[in-house]
């Protein structure tokens, strides 16, 4: 019943919009033109009302024609320029990125410029670390690791573990 009654009630507004556009028609003719009174004209009179009224005729069929044409040209140029647009969107493929190897001086240089000569060496600023120290310190871990293996297990080695976490 709602539905019903909101077509209806929207039917009624279109005829109203309906009406308006066709009284704005109506006044729109009546100011641009005016009734013609013939009554009491002679024969050349009338020939020439004709005349004067078949030339405004020419004038406004003419200038519909240039509006037409305008328009049919327009609408052809832009469905044009859309075959162009998706021409060109299927045409071109992006093409695959190669890496380069580029090297921070040559990055320093791009950016900075050619007058300013700065030499960035990355690795010098590495701190060395001794092979021997790492070795030694694997092979005692490994065997702490082996040897309390079942010191650690149970609940009394995880206190222990917990235990030795905290004075570190």
């Known amino acids: 019943m709602l539905k019903s009654m909101m077509v209806a009630r929207a039917q009624e507004e279109l ?8 009284d704005q028609k109506e006044k729109y003719l009546d100011d641009k033109s005016p009734p013609v009174q013939i009554s009491g004209m002679s024969l050349d009179e009338l020939q020439m009302l004709c005349e004067e009224l078949h030339a405004k005729i020419d004038v406004v069929d003419e200038e519909r024609y240039d ?13 044009d320029l859309n075959i162009k647009v998706l021409d060109l ?8 990125l190669r890496r380069v190897r580029v090297s921070a001086d040559a990055i320093l240089r791009s950016l900075l410029g050619s007058k300013h000569k700065v030499s960035l060496d990355l690795r010098a ?10 070795e030694k310190e694997k092979t005692a871990e490994v065997s ?16 222990k573990m917990f ?5 570190q």
């Open 15 to 22: 005829e109203q919009e309906w009406e308006e556009k066709e």
């Open 67 to 79: 509006i037409e044409a305008k328009v049919s040209h327009n609408s052809r140029e832009i469905k």
């Open 89 to 96: 969107r299927g045409k071109f493929k992006r093409p695959s």
């Open 125 to 134: 600023n590495l701190k060395s670390v001794k092979k021997e120290d790492t």
């Open 144 to 159: 702490d690791w082996r040897k309390n293996v079942e010191a650690m297990s149970g609940m009394e080695g995880r206190k």
């Open 163 to 167: 235990d030795a976490g905290q004075t």
